[in-house]
């Protein structure tokens, strides 16, 4: 149970087992009734209840305060040398935050002590306050009762080990900004100073808690270190909207500082931390990751922080690859291995074969993408590279393992990729690293789709989902799980939870600025509406695909035989709509010939997947598009021509022969010898 203010979104709110309250505002009869319980059954003068009701609204908080106020200022003239000042000539304070204030100022000398708790923040320690305070123990041991005595605040312990909160964060902001500025500076600067003398352990593990201080003393230069090292720790937490918030609070006061290489330092390494944030929340193609680390590839440079490198590297690559101008990437690949090759950094020069992996597998370079991967396979040591998941949310050997399986698909070899690809979601687990795990049984279930195994896929995204939920990472639980869910159900046949599915995860993953993968996704989705019945609107996401496929410098390659070969089965589904009698009656009617025709159009689509999927050595593409192209040879007549060229690559295949994609090309090439 969960209580909010309206403006609040919920990322679950969405979610079938949840159920949202829209609580009213209190009526009068309820405010009456606390307004009772607080006066001890005490009746209030009509006018001065009807005042206590109007000013409130219903809205409790106000409720408590305001008769709380106005008892305690009937207390007051009751004791002083006015008895015969009514109720109703008492001045109700108008707001909620004047009647904190009215509160506030009767506590007196503990005024001063709760202005200092709450320079200290909602919640503070009486062993800090104490520190803080050059107020007596005994005098500070009744301020504190005092406060506490009145319901403006609540302990937990007993001195010296009580801890104190405020009732309300608006009881604390009305104790705080009833300071004069300069007491203010004063005040954060004394605690700051204590807690860097006194409270070692604190400073080490809630950093920005000193930075907080330091930051409302007015020395920037002090604190943002600790909002950078509040944001590094957070970062190692996962806890990512945490980090982003340190990080940016130690950006906005480097604004502050006149221009120096220490200053210029400290930019590049908040940069570098906040694109490794930023890639984690909300993907690799948020714009928040170019922006945070395009600037810092300069100062990098520039102050010849060859170490910082890296992560700036691997940010500016990932964020081209993924708004899918693959071939672009390749740019920022040769760029990191040169400077890997040239400076002997070996964590730069495994990373910078682990982005070659990727760039060339999409590419559809499937031999040197293998190539490349095989090379951080070499290189990768288990101790020495584990850190390297820390700074860019993936491990070299994880990733390549995705690759690796996937290409291997291709090439050929289905056994193998899943050898491959059970070796990767291992070492994952045994890495630890939640984000790449997530990633590893979303993207790494790619081959298990393409084995046509759905029960695998679904098992593996489902677990990502929950994976993603526990860590608060709605890229994997929100984004790629829901992908590979939509795909698991469109395997499955589920059509109608399956469409709806793929193409609104389809929709979230492009409005984060991801392009990669689109093509094929896409497809797959496309062949969902064929197969329910809509080959219209799958022609026409085929058509989107190809169309990304071939604009320059993007060229997406690794799955174009697939989607010709998509292509070309539905023109075959809209043939077979066109025949009977809609076609027959367009033939006696119109004696001049259909254009285009389906069936050639759907050859000339299988031919040219052949054409591709050769050229990229990609068995596999060339099985399935040679299957598609021997069975319309087959309805055309041309049984020895379509039992020819599926029997070739058929009987290239040296395992496998239990998948369905071999099984369907060994049903078929029977049907062929027996007609």
């Known amino acids: 149970v969960l209580t909010h203010r309206p403006e609040f979104q919920s990322r679950w709110s969405r979610h079938g087992h949840t159920t949202a309250l829209n609580l009213a505002k209190l009526t009068r009869a309820q405010s009456s009734a606390i307004v009772s319980k607080l006066a001890g059954g005490k009746a209030l003068p009509a006018e001065l209840l009807g005042q206590i009701l109007a000013k409130t609204d219903g809205v409790p908080l106000f409720v408590e305060e305001l008769t709380k106020t106005v008892l305690e200022s009937v207390e007051s003239r009751e004791s002083k040398e006015s008895p015969h000042r009514t109720p109703l000539q008492l001045a109700i304070p108008a707001t909620l935050q004047d009647a904190l204030m009215a509160r506030l100022d009767r506590l007196g000398a503990a005024k001063e002590i709760a202005q200092m708790g709450a320079a200290i923040g909602r919640e503070f320690s009486y062993e800090l306050l104490a520190a803080v305070t050059p107020t007596p123990k005994p005098d500070l041991d009744r301020a504190l009762e005092q406060l506490t005595d009145s319901g403006l605040a609540f302990r937990r312990g007993v001195p010296p080990e009580a801890t104190y909160t405020f009732k309300h964060a608006l009881v604390q902001d009305a104790a705080y900004d009833s300071l004069l500025k300069s007491r203010r500076h004063e005040l954060h600067a004394t605690i700051a100073r204590i807690l860097t003398a006194d409270f070692s352990q604190t400073t080490a593990t809630e950093p920005e808690l000193l930075a907080h201080h330091l930051t409302a003393a007015g020395q920037a230069a002090a604190a943002i270190p600790f909002w950078q090292r509040a944001g590094e720790l957070a970062l190692t937490r996962l806890a990512l909207k945490e980090a982003i918030v340190h990080l940016n609070q130690g950006m906005a006061l480097l604004g502050t500082l006149p221009p120096s290489p220490e200053r210029d330092g400290t930019e590049l390494d908040l940069r570098t931390r906040l694109g490794t944030a930023w890639m984690a929340l909300k993907g690799w193609g948020a714009p928040e990751v170019w922006t945070s680390l395009h600037p810092a590839l300069g100062l990098a440079k520039s102050l010849g922080r060859r170490e910082a490198l890296l992560p700036i590297y691997y940010g500016l690559w990932v964020s081209v690859l993924v ?26 020069l495994i990373v910078a074969h682990w982005v070659a992996c990727t760039t060339h597998f999409h590419r559809g370079d499937l031999t040197q993408s293998c190539a490349h991967g095989d090379r951080v396979l070499a290189l990768y040591d288990e101790e020495q590279h584990r850190h390297l998941a820390d700074i860019m949310n993936a491990d070299p050997k994880t990733t390549v393992g995705i690759f690796i399986s996937s290409g291997t698909w291709m090439l050929g070899y289905p056994d193998r990729a899943v050898q491959v690809s059970e070796a990767s979601v291992a070492h994952a687990r045994w890495r630890g690293h939640p984000f790449d795990l997530g ?230 090439l029977e049907e062929l010898r027996q007609q």
């Open 439 to 668: 990633f590893a049984l979303t993207a790494g279930t790619m081959f298990w789709d393409f084995r046509c195994e759905h029960e695998q896929m679904l098992a593996r995204g489902e677990e990502a989902e929950r994976l993603g939920r526990a860590h608060s990472l709605p890229f994997i639980s929100e984004g790629l799980a829901q992908i590979y869910k939509g795909l698991a159900w469109l395997r499955a046949g589920r059509l109608a939870e399956g469409i709806p599915q793929l193409r609104g995860a389809l929709e979230t993953f492009n409005a984060h600025g991801n392009e990669i993968v689109m093509p094929y996704w896409r497809a797959v989705l496309a062949e969902g509406l064929a197969l329910s019945g809509d080959s219209a609107g799958g022609l026409r996401l085929i058509e989107d695909s190809l169309t990304q496929i071939a604009r320059p410098g993007w060229e997406e390659r690794s799955h174009l035989a697939e989607v010709l070969r998509l292509k070309g089965w539905m023109l075959m589904q809209e043939s077979q709509k066109s025949n009977g009698k809609s076609q027959k009656s367009k033939i006696e009617t119109d004696p001049r010939p259909l254009t285009p025709d389906p069936q050639a159009e759907a050859e000339a689509c299988f031919l040219k997947a052949i054409e591709v999927a050769q050229e990229q050595h990609a068995k596999s593409w060339e099985l399935r598009a040679s299957t598609s192209l021997a069975r319309l040879w087959q309805q055309q007549g041309k049984r020895a021509d379509a039992h020819k060229l599926l029997s070739e690559v058929y009987h290239w295949f040296t395992e496998g022969f239990d998948t369905k994609d071999l099984q369907e090309a060994q049903t078929l």
């Open 323 to 348: 708004q899918g101008r693959i071939v672009e990437s390749l740019n920022w690949v040769n760029d990191m291995l040169a400077t890997a090759e040239a400076s002997g950094d070996s964590d730069l």
